[in-house]
């Protein structure tokens, strides 16, 4: 399974964009990547997902480097209900789990 | 939208209890997913099943067992309670092949006394 490398934290100011990098250099071809968020302990909560095109939904963009290694999720304008941990996920196609890693505990500040 | 129901929320039991977990996927969902977390740890992955049948295994201790039932819903049975096995168990379902994301449940907090 590919290994995703993720900065256990990084603060925003509020309103601001917040940037979550995610290294996944081991990644195959037909590996899609998946962000989530977990706030305190209810479920994780899906973002977003994509294989090699960047991909933006309501809740946020995710960026991927054309040599799939890198991916960087983007929240716009962050506010103070986007702090948790946000998990960069690579699942692989042989298997059906998620293997999480320690993720980013990202912090938005007023 | 409909969401992952899990039942229960909290679950207080003893030492060498027995204990059943419930989960009832998003409609039209296929695949139901296990994880646990226990305090402070990340979700770790434990089973799964598409269309009723076993489809991933990963860390899920013997003395648990899992399925799926006709309706999709799955039930995680756990025996010969621990005190580690305290901990967040989450339910996910996603539908239409392995690249679907999966969508969790609020969880059910498993206290072990």
């Known amino acids: 399974d590919a290994k995703t490398t993720q900065p256990p934290s990084m603060d925003c100011a509020e309103g601001r964009a917040a940037n979550l990098p995610c290294n996944h250099s081991t990644i195959s071809g037909n590996e899609y990547v998946y962000w989530y968020r977990q706030i305190h302990s209810q479920g994780p909560q899906y973002i977003i997902h994509?294989?090699?095109n960047n991909e933006t939904n309501e809740m946020a963009s995710l960026i991927i480097t054309e040599d799939r290694k890198s991916s960087t999720l983007i929240l716009p304008h962050a506010t103070l209900r986007d702090t948790a941990v946000y998990y960069c996920?690579?699942?692989?196609?042989?298997?059906?789990?998620?293997?999480f890693g320690t993720g980013t505990r990202l912090k938005v500040l007023a | 939208a409909a969401g992952v129901i899990q039942s229960p929320r909290h679950l207080i039991k003893e030492k060498r209890e027995t204990a059943t977990l419930k989960c009832y996927p998003i409609?039209?969902?296929?695949?139901v997913y296990w994880y646990q977390q226990g305090p402070g740890q990340d979700p770790q992955f434990l089973i799964s099943f598409y269309e009723k049948m076993q489809s991933d295994k990963g860390s899920i201790p013997d003395r648990f067992s899992a399925q799926q039932f006709s309706d999709y819903h799955s039930e995680l049975n756990m025996s010969s309670l621990e005190l580690g096995d305290s901990a967040l168990y989450f339910c996910?379902?996603?539908?239409?092949?392995?690249?679907?994301?999966?969508?969790f449940g609020d969880g059910t907090r498993l206290s072990i006394l």
């Open positions: 996920i690579v699942r692989t196609q042989s298997s059906y789990k998620y293997i």
């Open positions: 409609p039209r969902h296929d695949t």
């Open positions: 994509g294989l090699k």
């Open positions: 996910a379902s996603s539908w239409g092949g392995q690249n679907q994301p999966q969508h």
